[in-house]
């Protein structure tokens, strides 16, 4: 069975950078792509971008390209994401979720516990 | 980018009722590439259906999804106290996106 760990929560200055990580658990990490969505106070989930263990190929939402990067952390089966230039709107809830085995594009059948990133000056 | 839109945005209803919600896309999804989930306060979403109308592992069968090309709905046969929730759909036919988010609540 597939479990997904998050670090733990994180506060930021406006201007700085967090990376969250999400530990992988169960069989064949390779054949999960592990994908970010956020969920801003009181807002609806919005899907930020996804990596594949398989071959590291990243894809991400528009709105945050330039300053987002997904990893997978193949040999420790650690993903991680990383967001620079953080704003105050970038405070929110950061999940991490796999999709279906050997699909880029798929439903999240597993989700990890989310990580609360606030910023503020 | 596809847009989901879902409606109502929220439900008042009572234990026992039926409910529908609807989840209309953009464009197109192809292969019916919908889901839903669920959401309670303070924790992650569940996924309830895949595929517009497959349940996930676990999920009751008084989940139900049904739909393709853009209209695309979840029915809930028989609403329990613990399905008064958030529920959202998911494309993911062209890149990925959520609905807006549908709120059942307690009347």
């Known amino acids: 069975e597939v479990q997904l760990v998050q670090s733990g929560a994180e506060v930021r200055r406006p201007g700085s950078t967090v990376k969250i990580s999400c530990e992988f658990s169960?069989?064949?990490?390779?054949?999960?792509?592990i994908h970010w969505v956020a969920q801003a106070p009181g807002k609806g989930l919005e899907w930020l971008g996804l990596?594949?263990?398989?071959?590291?190929?990243?894809m991400y939402a528009e709105k945050l390209r330039g300053r987002i990067t997904i990893t997978a952390g193949t040999s420790v089966y650690i993903p991680s994401m990383e967001l620079s230039s953080l704003k105050s709107e970038d405070t929110a809830v950061y999940y991490c979720?796999?999709?279906?085995?050997?699909?880029?594009?798929?439903?999240?059948?597993?989700w990890g516990q989310g990580t609360m990133v606030t910023v503020s000056s | 980018e596809i847009v989901l839109t879902q409606s109502p945005g929220k439900l008042s209803l009572s234990p026992g009722d039926r409910v529908t919600l609807s989840c209309r896309a953009s464009?197109?999804?192809?292969?019916?590439?919908l889901a839903w989930y669920q959401q309670k306060p303070g924790q992650a979403p569940r996924l309830l259906i895949y595929?517009?109308?497959t349940r996930a592992t676990g999920i009751p069968d008084r989940f139900s999804g049904s739909g393709s090309g853009t209209d695309f709905t979840l029915t809930i046969s028989r609403l329990e106290a613990e399905d008064f929730a958030l529920y959202y759909c998911?494309?993911?036919?062209?890149?990925?996106?959520f609905g807006q988010g549908a709120r059942l609540e307690t009347k």
């Open positions: 979720a796999a999709g279906k085995i050997g699909a880029r594009l798929s439903a999240f059948h597993v």
């Open positions: 169960g069989n064949s990490f390779t054949d999960y792509c």
């Open positions: 990596v594949d263990p398989k071959d590291g190929e990243t």
């Open positions: 464009q197109t999804l192809i292969a019916n590439s």
């Open positions: 595929d517009a109308s």
């Open positions: 998911q494309q993911y036919g062209g890149s990925l996106s």
